[in-house]
T-cell receptor
Framework: KQEVTQIPAALSVPEGENLVLNCSFTDSAIYNLQWFRQDPGKGLTSLLL?????REQTSGRLNASLDKSSGRSTLYIAASQPGDSATYLCAVRRGSYNTDKLIFGTGTRLQVFP | NAGVTQTPKFQVLKTGQSMTLQCAQDMNHNSMYWYRQDPGMGLRLIYY???????DKGEVPNGYNVSRLNKREFSLRLESAAPSQTSVYFCASTGRSFNSPLHFGNGTRLTVT
């Protein structure tokens, strides 16, 4: 059974720091991995999606990497800002069939203070 | 761009009451999903619909029913609400390719007393 873990559960950093959020999964046979951002009282917003054949994806100050063999993904946030404060979740998809579902981690709550 | 729209935003029910949560997307997506989010348990899939006219159970379907009314709309019904169904409910949708990102609505916060 696929399990997705995110450590740490919470992180507080000063503005301007580069930081790394971690996501681990137990079954390396995945189809893709997504990183999401969730603001309080809101839904999830997709940040980056990495297909199983890819090593990384970049969007602005965000870079996500994927190492399937070790069951790990990292989300790198460069030059963090207070507006980056949110909960970040990762989710893995096992396959491309309709019956395959996303398995979510419980998230890392990030606070960036001025 | 509306994206995924959920109604209502908040709801309080008494045990045994029924209600329907509405979801609509305007992105011409084929697949739609209902999740619940509980503290410490992450998001869990209740039901999903791979295409118009089809629905399937997810991880935690007991106590819920769904209807895929058309391509745009996917509703979730609680026939007899229980306190264990107190949660935040999210609707989501994605395009034909499962390498398309998942788009979420803003959620419905449901309390059952």
């Amino acid at each position: 059974k696929q399990e997705v873990t995110q450590i740490p559960a919470a992180l507080s950093v000063p503005e301007g720091e580069n930081l790394v959020l971690n996501c681990s999964f137990t079954d390396s046979a995945i189809y893709n991995l997504q990183w999401f951002r969730q603001d309080p009282g809101k839904g999830l917003t997709s940040l980056l999606l990495i297909q199983s054949s890819q090593r990384e994806q970049t969007s602005g100050r965000l870079n996500a990497s994927l190492d399937k063999s070790s069951g790990r993904s990292t989300l790198y946030i460069a030059a963090s800002q207070p507006g980056d404060s949110a909960t970040y979740l990762c989710a893995v998809r096992r396959g491309s069939y309709n019956t395959d579902k996303l398995i979510f981690g419980t998230g890392t709550r990030l606070q960036v203070f001025p | 761009n509306a994206g995924v729209t959920q109604t209502p935003k908040f709801q309080v029910l008494k045990t045994g009451q029924s209600m329907t949560l509405q979801c609509a997307q305007d992105m011409n997506h084929n697949s739609m999903y209902w999740y619940r989010q509980d503290p410490g348990m992450g998001l869990r899939l209740i039901y999903y619909s791979a295409s118009e006219g089809t629905t399937d159970k997810g991880e935690v379907p007991n106590g819920y029913n769904v209807s895929r009314l058309n391509k745009r709309e996917f509703s979730l019904r609680l026939e007899s609400a229980a306190p264990s169904q107190t949660s935040v409910y999210f609707c989501a949708s994605t395009g034909r390719s499962f390498n398309s990102p998942l788009h979420f609505g803003n959620g419905t916060r449901l309390t059952v007393t």
